[in-house]
């Protein structure tokens, strides 16, 4: 594995450049006890965007503690060949996800995990995702803070 020349940027900079970030009490809905609700009716995505979207359930990824975001990968979007500090525990909510385990970015060799799939990457796994088809919606559960390093792609 060869590391990019890049600076290590951040989750929300490398991968999702243009993001759509909202907290928590935006769109759930807050019950008595501290309980929330948040309904998948209420996370709405801007569907005409071409550019991948995020948004925080719980916590943040670059402070210390649980987080828990959607992604929202649009029809052919995908991530360049990069790798966490933390494990990440990964859950398809809609369509199907499709990942590498590689530098490669050769989206023809990933595997398809269709909606209620899992997969956790490891912390320093070289890996790659995205949609090779329609607009896929992922879970992403982990520890922050957590860094995202990209690498070079090894064709």
Not at 41 to 61: C, F, H, I, T
Not at 103 to 115: C, E, L, Q, R
Not at 134 to 143: K, M, Q, S
């Amino acid at each position: 594995m060869r590391k990019s020349n890049a600076p290590n940027i951040s989750l929300f900079t490398l991968l999702f450049g243009a993001i759509v970030s909202l907290t928590p009490t935006s769109f759930a809905a807050e019950l008595a006890g501290g309980f929330e609700i948040v309904q998948l009716a209420d996370m709405s995505w801007d569907e005409s965007s071409d550019r991948v979207q995020q948004k925080v359930l719980y916590g943040n990824p670059a402070e210390e503690g649980l987080y828990i975001i959607r992604v929202r990968f649009p029809a052919g979007g995908t991530s360049r060949p990069h790798f966490h500090s933390q494990d990440r525990f990964v859950t398809v909510i809609e369509g199907t996800w499709n990942a590498g385990i590689d530098a490669s970015h050769d989206m023809t060799t990933t595997t398809p995990i269709p909606a209620g799939g899992y997969m956790m990457h490891p912390a320093g796994a070289v890996h790659y995702d995205g949609s090779r088809g329609g607009p896929v919606v992922v879970e992403i559960r982990g520890f922050g803070p957590v860094s995202t390093t990209g690498v070079d792609i090894q064709p």
